[in-house]
Structures are given as C-alpha cells and as structure tokens.
C-alpha cells in the first residue's frame, strides 16, 4: 500500500463522516460518527511521525465530526 492509497481512504472516511454528520439526529448517526472519529484518531496517531498534514489529518477531529 502507498502513500496516495492510503491518503484516498482517508479522505474516503472523512467524506462518509460528514455525510453522516448531515444525517437527523439519533443514536445511529451517533454510533456512526464515532466510529469514524475512532478510525481515524488511531490512523492520526498511528501517521503522526509521518507526518499527519501529508494524509489530510491535521485537523481536530472531535470538533470537526461533533
């Protein structure tokens, strides 16, 4: 796997995330959004010595998907 690979899946978890951050309300949504919240906090810390502005994570994401 590559760095553009992996970079595509990421910014593949953050499109779904913020399609779900549109979604009413509820406790589905809301199961749904930390899921992705958690995958990609582990892939954040998990690139950080990579770098995480090259993967498009160098955001905050518990205030981007709140």
Known sequence: MNDEMIRQYIGDVIKMAETVKNEPESELRDGKLLAYN?????????????????????????????
């Not at 090259?54 to 955001?59: A, T």
């Open 38 to 66: 958690e995958v990609l906090s582990v892939l954040k810390t998990d690139l950080t010595p990579l770098g995480v502005e090259n993967y498009g994570l160098d955001f905050d994401i518990d205030r981007k998907l709140a």
